[in-house]
C-alpha cells in the first residue's frame, strides 16, 4: 500500500502568519492527493483535491501543490478558525491511505 | 442540502458483530461512489471501504477485509456495513462520506456525515 507521511507532527504559529504543511507518498501517486483539515468533535472537512484544487466554499487563503510523490498545503495567512488537525490522502491507488496529519496549533 | 447521518453504533463484545446504516438526503446517492472511514479515540483517520454507484466495484482496507461488507441500497438512500468479528482495535467513530466526482474521476471525499462510535469492549 501507498504509505503517507507528513511533516511537521505540529506546527506553532501565530495569526497572520504562513503555514507550509508537507505530505510524501511512497510511491508516485500523480496529482491524486486531497488535504482534510478536522477539528475537534468534527468531521473532517475536505480542502484540496487533485492536488491543487481548492474545494468549494473553502477560503483562498488554502493553496496545494506538488505532484508524483511530494505535495505541499499553504495557508497563506493563518486566522483563528485555522488552527485544526490537516490530513493528506492519497486516491491514486487501493487501498486509500492517509497521512497522519499535521497539527497546527497556536504559537 | 446534502445531509449523511450514520447510525446503528454502540457497545459491542468481541467477536460480536454491528452493522452501522448511514442514511442520506439531498442528492441521488446512485450517482455517486460512497465511502466509510474510521477515527480510532485519539487517532488519526483511516479509510475503510468503499462502494461504486452500482455495487460493481468494492473494495476494503487489508484491516477489515473478511470480517466487514459494504452495501447500499439505492432505492432508499442508505449506505452500509456489516462488521462481524468484531475486535478491539476496531473501536472508533465511523464516518460514512461521499466521493467527489470530477469528469468521472473520483477525487476525495467531499461531504462526511457527523460519525457514530463503535466500542468494543468486553
Known amino acids: 500500500e501507498v504509505v503517507m507521511t507528513q511533516s511537521p507532527a505540529t506546527l506553532s504559529v501565530s495569526p497572520g502568519e504562513r503555514a507550509t504543511l508537507s505530505c510524501r507518498a511512497s510511491?508516485?501517486?500523480?496529482?491524486?492527493l486531497a488535504w482534510y483539515q478536522q477539528k475537534p468533535g468534527q468531521a473532517p472537512r475536505l480542502l484540496i483535491f487533485?492536488?491543487?484544487n481548492v474545494a468549494p466554499g473553502v477560503p483562498a487563503r488554502f493553496s496545494g501543490s506538488g505532484s508524483g510523490t511530494d505535495f505541499t498545503l499553504t495557508i497563506s495567512s493563518l486566522q483563528s478558525e485555522d488552527f485544526a488537525v490537516y490530513y493528506c490522502q492519497q486516491y491514486s491507488h487501493w487501498p486509500r491511505t492517509f497521512g497522519p496529519g499535521t497539527k497546527v496549533d497556536f504559537k | 442540502e446534502v445531509q449523511l447521518v450514520e447510525s446503528g453504533g454502540g457497545l459491542v463484545k468481541p467477536g460480536g458483530s454491528l452493522k452501522l446504516s448511514c442514511a442520506v438526503s439531498?442528492?441521488?446517492?446512485?450517482?455517486?461512489?460512497m465511502n466509510w472511514v474510521r477515527q480510532a479515540p485519539g487517532k488519526g483517520l483511516e479509510w475503510v471501504a468503499s462502494i461504486s454507484p452500482r455495487s460493481d466495484y468494492i473494495y476494503y482496507a487489508d484491516s477489515v477485509r473478511g470480517r466487514f461488507t459494504i452495501s447500499r441500497d439505492n432505492a432508499k438512500n442508505s449506505l452500509y456495513l456489516q462488521m462481524n468479528s468484531l475486535r478491539a482495535d476496531d473501536t472508533a467513530v465511523y464516518y460514512c462520506?461521499?466521493?467527489?466526482?470530477?469528469?468521472?474521476?473520483?477525487?476525495?471525499?467531499?461531504?462526511w456525515g457527523q460519525g457514530v462510535l463503535v466500542t468494543v469492549s468486553s
Open positions: 510511491q508516485i501517486i500523480l496529482s491524486n
Open positions: 439531498g442528492f441521488t446517492l446512485r450517482t455517486y461512489t
Open positions: 487533485g492536488a491543487s
Open positions: 462520506a461521499r466521493e467527489l466526482s470530477v469528469f468521472g474521476v473520483l477525487s476525495g471525499l467531499e461531504y
